[in-house]
């Protein structure tokens, strides 16, 4: 059963913990309140993870909003012992064991929307650190709103209406992949179509989708589960992420085979997850044959509407930027009119709310087959055949949504990288 939690607060949120603490230390509050109002508190926040993290004599509070950690609080080390007992008990965990990684989950309901926590347990020198990830049973998924939009946006379309064939997501670890599968998912979603998801762990609960939880304790790997999957008459599998060149091989076959499968892959950009696949063991013929399209991705922050200034760049201003980042420079002229972040009550002082998806969409067109099966061409000949076809690299997408006054040059330059 889930935890039943009241959205609305008696305790100011100006000082949440503080007063919380002090409310515990008479008798008005619990260490359960004290828990459930750290997840409310955390999901008005708009934060994706609570990291409670020991100290010498305090438990630090932060919280990832946006991509970045924020210090909320920090509280006496004789609560800390008592918070994290509290979580080992809703999350069924051991409170015996002090020196083992621990993994859990929590269902909270908060003003009857089901918010699923995952769990996290790990031991450092200074006690037991805890990581708790939000996922909301609310989340809306919606390409468009994510930051896709024009031709990009219709080449994923194109994409995910084929029958048959492979959907790659690819992107460093926070970039957004498993939520840009789940968007196209739930465009899929229909009960004439029998889909399946294999992860690790499970991100989020579509309804009418089945959901397989990676288990190495039981033998079942992203290859086994796959093989199975395949026996089950699916339509369409997703897969958490190609890992391995066993699990490359069983998917490239099942999506040959009239199965629609999307997946992840770490790269850095969409074209390096050619080779990336062939250095798996996959043979090119079959990369050109099997793959839709491969989706890069990174998130930026969005600039808070209420307080974003507007200015315009000046020769001095592309010089500078020139000459740190060329692929950034290049793409900025003289007199553009770019925003700042400057922080207000809005925005809690930082100057952007949310995040927008940066994206390089590769369409795999008949031309780029043709490349990718020719043994005798490079990557670079991809690259540029690509190119040709209409490739818009991430940071083209970024300068594009700087100068529509979404983010800022600053938050390009943090989340892109130079292009070698």
Wanted: charged letters at 30%.
């Amino acid at each position: 059963m889930p935890i039943q939690i009241d959205i609305k607060s008696d305790i100011d949120d100006r000082n949440v913990f503080g007063k919380l603490t002090e409310a515990i230390a008479t008798g008005r509050k619990t260490i359960v309140d004290f828990l459930d109002e750290l997840v409310r508190h955390a999901l008005e926040s708009k934060a994706s993870d609570i990291h409670i993290e020991p100290q010498d004599k305090t438990l630090a509070i932060r919280y990832r909003v946006d991509g970045l950690l924020r210090d909320i609080s920090s509280i006496d080390i004789e609560l800390a012992k008592s918070l994290i007992f509290r979580i080992k008990v809703a999350a069924k965990l051991r409170t015996d064991e002090h020196f083992a990684p621990q993994d859990g989950k929590i269902r909270f309901s908060v003003n009857n929307i089901l918010v699923d926590t995952r769990i996290s347990i790990l031991p450092t020198t200074k006690g037991e650190k805890v990581v708790m990830r939000l996922l909301s049973k609310e989340r809306s998924f919606d390409l468009a709103q994510m930051g896709l939009e024009g031709v990009d946006l219709m080449k994923v379309q194109r994409s995910y209406s084929k029958p048959y064939g492979m959907i790659l997501a690819t992107g460093p670890t926070g970039s957004g992949k498993t939520t840009t599968l789940y968007a196209i998912l739930n465009k899929l979603n229909s009960r004439e179509r029998n889909i399946t998801t294999l992860e690790d762990p499970v991100e989020y609960d579509l309804e009418g989708v089945n959901h397989i939880q990676i288990n190495s304790k039981a033998n079942l790997t992203f290859a086994n589960g796959l093989r199975s999957i395949l026996r089950q008459d699916p339509d369409i599998i997703m897969v958490g992420e190609i890992r391995d060149s066993e699990t490359a091989k069983i998917s490239i076959n099942a999506a040959m085979t009239g199965h629609l499968l999307l997946s992840t892959l770490h790269t850095n950009d969409a074209v390096t997850a050619i080779p990336r696949l062939i250095d798996m063991g996959v043979e090119p013929y079959l990369v050109a044959s099997t793959l839709n399209i491969i989706i890069a991705q990174r998130l930026a922050r969005k600039l808070c509407d209420a307080c974003k200034e507007k200015v315009k760049l000046t020769r001095d201003n592309i010089k500078a930027l020139t000459l740190e980042r060329p692929d950034l420079g290049t793409l900025m002229d003289e007199g553009d009119e770019v925003y700042t972040a400057n922080g207000c009550d809005k925005c809690e002082g930082i100057g952007y709310k949310g995040r927008v998806g940066l994206y390089e969409i590769l369409e795999i067109s008949e031309s780029i087959r043709k490349t990718i099966f020719d043994r005798t061409k490079s990557m670079d000949d991809i690259f540029k055949e690509a190119r040709k076809a209409g490739l818009v690299l991430i940071v083209e997408d970024g300068a594009k949504k700087i100068k529509r006054g979404i983010t800022t040059v600053e938050e390009i330059k943090r989340v892109t990288a130079i292009k070698e």
